[in-house]
């Protein structure tokens, strides 16, 4: 099922939620080892969704530092797209510093979003929206800004999720996000390296490859910048605890899943507590923030686009 809506006529968030149906989940499944199974991230937001304001740190984190990125643009919305918006925390400040726009809350998970709803208010201009950021079910150049906050994490390859914003922002319309760079989780990767050679966090791409990301999508003028942030706890089982609530669990598509890997987990988790030396055990997230600008209709092959102001009248 496909379903494209236009948000121009729209009277009231009740009668939009009257229209809307959770949008088509698909399994963006491949053949690579860092591929991500969709089905199973959406499974495991599910899951954290009643538990996630409580250990979101990080989100929280990054959420202000787009927020205060954000402050000093001139921009005037009629439509906000919280791409990834999670329990709506995002959700609700964009709602508070854009009084006048419609802000779409959109997650893969409907838990997530379920929780989202709990905190809006009667009369809300706020509407929420269960799709796949790799195929938005909204019509092309419709949102004046998309704001994403470690969504990019989730989706393995941006380019689909770069494209999706790219067809759905209006030109010169801001699209705004955080994520995690490749230095992100490093203790655990090397954790794991000291046990085999396979995959077991996700792969988060560079700055650079992001940037290029961008552009191939249509996204213009990309502005990232890098900053270092360092989480403590107090040993493994306090970690994993946290990064199951928090729904951050290892969703690798070629996952293994027998009992020689859980012994191997277990063996992983060992390896980690031991590089605390007896005091807290400190992960280094490597934060990516990025913004660019929508460039407007794209063209197909052999298509050209004139404005219509540009084209000459001649008497005859």
């Not at 809307?20 to 963006?28: F, G, L, P």
């Not at 990019?152 to 999706?164: H, I, R, Y």
Request: charged share 25%; glycine share 4%; aromatic share 8%.
């Amino acid at each position: 099922m496909e379903f494209r809506l236009c948000w121009c006529t729209v009277p009231h968030p009740y009668w939009l939620e009257k229209q809307i149906k959770r949008a088509t989940v698909q399994d963006m499944s491949n053949d690579d080892n860092s591929a991500l199974n969709r089905r199973d991230v959406r499974r495991r937001f599910d899951r954290a969704a009643a538990e996630f304001d409580t250990v979101d740190f990080v989100h929280a984190t990054t959420r202000r530092g787009l927020m205060d990125r954000l402050t000093p643009v001139v921009i005037h919305p009629r439509t906000i797209v919280d791409l990834g918006a999670a329990t709506g925390s995002a959700t609700r400040a964009l709602a508070k510093n854009f009084r006048r726009a419609r802000v779409i809350a959109v997650d893969l998970s409907w838990n997530m979003l379920e929780q989202a709803r709990k905190k809006q208010r009667w009369l809300s201009r706020v509407t929420t929206l269960q799709a796949d950021a790799t195929a938005l079910p909204i019509v092309d150049q419709s949102v004046d800004i998309v704001f994403s906050n470690q969504l990019l994490p989730w989706v393995g390859d941006p380019a689909q999720t770069f494209s999706e914003v790219s067809r759905v922002l209006v030109k010169d319309g801001l699209f705004l996000f955080a994520t995690l760079g490749p230095d992100s989780l490093s203790e655990i990767r090397r954790a794991w390296a000291s046990l085999d050679s396979d995959v077991h966090v996700n792969l988060f791409p560079d700055m650079h490859d992001i940037g290029d990301a961008a552009v191939r999508a249509g996204l213009r003028d990309p502005v990232l910048d890098v900053d270092r942030l360092a989480v403590t706890y107090k040993d493994t089982r306090a970690l994993f605890r946290e990064l199951t609530a928090m729904g951050a669990r290892n969703s690798l598509l070629h996952r293994n899943r027998s009992l020689a890997a859980a012994k191997r987990f277990q063996a992983m988790a060992a390896a980690l507590d031991n590089t605390r030396d007896g005091g807290p055990l400190t992960l280094e997230l490597e934060i990516v923030y990025g913004h660019c600008w929508g460039s407007g209709a794209r063209s197909v092959d052999g298509e050209f686009r004139v404005a219509a102001n540009r084209i000459s009248v001649r008497n005859t």
